[in-house]
């Protein structure tokens, strides 16, 4: 197990990086694959993926397989802290604005663990073809670790 751990602030950058990388995918390429990003006891971010854009395996797949990556990491000692990521779903909308979508950021260290909803919106552009992400407030809640499982 690694001697370090990632303080608040530094879970929080990892967090924005998550989105903000989300994010930039999906006004690039229009969807996202999931993906994770880990940290070392250096708490330089990388992300990381187990399939591209182009792979044909059901997202829910790809999801857990990135999980058990990372987790085989942490067990490992090689990182100290993770986020999985995903776009889902919403039904009913979250926060008062009902953003029906929604990037899913599970941050993970030894002993934190917490799922946040990063909602959004695509407002299309005045040009065909064009489109702007329209974030909302991130929505937190406890969940148990996968990666930094007890």
């Known amino acids: 197990m690694a001697d370090r751990t990632l303080g608040e602030k530094e879970l929080g950058a990892m967090l924005q990086a998550s989105r903000d990388f989300a994010f930039q995918l999906l ?4 969807k996202i694959v999931p993906f994770g990003a880990r940290a070392g006891e250096s708490g330089d971010i990388e992300f990381m993926r187990v399939a591209d854009e182009e792979s044909t395996d059901p997202l829910d797949e790809v999801y857990d397989s990135t999980q058990a990556a990372l987790a ?37 260290s030894d002993g934190f663990s917490r799922m946040i909803f990063a909602p959004y919106r695509v ?18 809640q406890e969940a148990e670790g996968v990666v930094f499982a007890a």
């Open 72 to 108: 085989e990491q942490a067990g490992e000692g090689a990182i100290i802290a993770a986020t999985s990521v995903a776009h889902v779903a919403v039904e009913g909308g979250i926060g008062e604005e009902g953003f029906d979508r929604a990037i899913r950021i599970h941050v993970e």
């Open 123 to 140: 407002v299309q552009g005045e040009q065909k073809g064009t489109a702007t992400i329209e974030p909302g407030k991130m929505v937190a």
């Open 27 to 30: 006004a690039e390429k229009g």
